[in-house]
T-cell receptor, first 118, second 115 residues
Framework: AQTVTQSQPEMSVQEAETVTLSCTYD???????LFWYKQPPSRQMILVIR??????QNATENRFSVNFQKAAKSFSLKISDSQLGDAAMYFC???????????????FGQGTILTVHP | EAGVTQFPSHSVIEKGQTVTLRCDPI?????LYWYRRVMGKEIKFLLH????????ESGMPNNRFLAERTGGTYSTLKVQPAELEDSGVYFC?????????????FGAGTRLSVL
């Protein structure tokens, strides 16, 4: 079974600074997707960024980028120029990219609460 | 375009009572997922509908949980009878198809408190 681990329950960063959130996962599969989702307080969870395991190039979305290390099964999220609106719970998630009845589901980590200080 | 909506946002019930959670997916999304986050733990998958059919219900904890999606539109998740350990946040998500790269859009969740 696949597992996702976020070892940082809480992180904090000063506005305009850079912060990195850690995520490791365990799988015996080679074809999968990894995601970072963000959930602001009492609001919907939204996708921040996604990475296909077969792509070596790290994904980037504006101020958000990932460091994907497939061999190490590591998928960290870097937020540059942090803004107050980045404060949220961040979840790392895994999704198998293959056939079968269970490949639709996401497997999540425990989440990291990010606080941004002005 | 309306996002995924969930009702109620918060429900407080006593042990042994019944509660029904509702999820309205994004219009046109055939795939609907239910997840649950128990306090302090990871979000866990419960089940997956494709239209009105259950594609995967491997995450359903026991037979006190019943999910339906009549007509392939909105879905309900009934807990009967509720137990203390059922407390948590229940999330619903929808996606247009099952491709792994495609985004699952989430609702804001229903916070269930069983006293």
């Amino acid at each position: 079974a696949q597992t996702v681990t976020q070892s940082q329950p809480e992180m904090s960063v000063q506005e305009a600074e850079t912060v990195t959130l850690s995520c490791t996962y365990d799988t015996s599969e080679s074809d999968y997707y990894l995601f970072w989702y963000k959930q602001p307080p009492s609001r919907q969870m939204i996708l921040v960024i996604r990475q296909e395991a077969y792509k070596q190039q790290n994904a980037t979305e504006n101020r958000f980028s990932v460091n994907f290390q497939k061999a190490a099964k590591s998928f960290s999220l870097k937020i540059s120029d942090s803004q107050l609106g980045d404060a949220a719970m961040y979840f790392c998630a895994y999704r198998l990219n293959a056939g079968g009845t269970s490949y639709g589901k996401l497997t999540f980590g425990q989440g990291t609460i990010l606080t941004v200080h002005p | 375009e309306a996002g995924v909506t969930q009702f109620p946002s918060h429900s407080v019930i006593e042990k042994g009572q019944t509660v029904t959670l509702r999820c309205d997916p994004i219009s046109g999304h055939d795939n609907l997922y239910w997840y649950r986050r128990v306090m302090g733990k990871e979000i866990k998958f419960l089940l997956h509908f494709v239209k009105e059919s259950k594609q995967d219900e491997s995450g359903m904890p026991n037979n006190r949980f019943l999910a339906e999606r009549t007509g392939g539109t909105y879905s309900t998740l009934k807990v009967q009878p509720a137990e203390l350990e059922d407390s948590g946040v229940y999330f619903c998500a929808s996606s247009q198809d099952m491709k792994a790269k495609n985004i699952q859009y989430f609702g804001a969740g229903t916070r269930l408190s069983v006293l």
